[in-house]
């Protein structure tokens, strides 16, 4: 049964180093694959297709399938890592961000209530607060590109497809629909 094999897989990630502050509380994936010193949070869903590298964090209600989480990175909690997710070294994805066929490189941060879907965050970059990518344009999937040490202010829509160099700041609530340049500032929000 299920609960047969939720125990036996929670007692060989505990076995091999992982540390589960409430095992009974988090699922796993006969495929799952965590590295020692993981460290997974109460409520955790972990579906199929994850992999997790040493000392990261996995935060309390995170439900994560099809993804690959980097070395020391922090993920949730409440997040959403769907399939096709490549979170990098030290990268952050906190509460109530879900991420989609996107990579966040290394050091990157999305700290809270973002979508960041079929697209790349730079080295460094920060997703601010409610910044979403808007990567469906009613008939295909589009590509947004944010570069090394960018800026998204909060409450920033991004409309794909979409590049935005490295350095670049975009001021808050910005709906942006053209490239930015590097080290560029992009505002586009009527004045107040």
Do not use: W
Not at 48 to 66: K, Q
Request: aromatic share 6%; proline share 4%.
């Amino acid at each position: 049964t299920e609960s047969v094999l939720q125990q036996r897989l929670r007692k060989a990630a505990l076995e091999a180093g992982v540390t589960m502050i409430a095992p009974d509380t988090v699922f796993l994936s006969a495929d799952t694959r965590l590295a020692s010193d993981v460290t997974i949070e109460p409520y955790v869903v972990i579906g199929p297709g994850v992999t997790i590298d040493a000392n990261a964090v996995i935060h309390s209600f995170s439900h994560l399938s099809g993804a690959h989480v980097g070395e020391g990175a922090s993920i949730g909690p409440y997040a959403r890592l769907r399939p096709g997710t490549k979170i990098g070294r030290k990268a952050r994805v906190g509460n109530f961000v879900e991420v989609k066929e996107a990579v966040l490189e290394d050091g990157a941060k999305a700290n809270h209530l973002a979508y960041i879907g079929d697209g790349r965050v730079g080295e460094g970059a920060n997703v601010g607060a409610g910044t979403i990518f808007c990567n469906y344009d009613g008939a295909s999937k589009q590509r947004t590109e944010i570069g090394k040490g960018a800026f998204i202010g909060s409450n920033s829509a991004l409309v794909a497809p979409l590049k935005v160099g490295d350095g670049a700041y975009i001021g808050s609530g910005s709906v942006i629909t053209e490239n930015v340049p590097a080290d560029a500032l992009a505002l586009g929000r009527v004045r107040q």
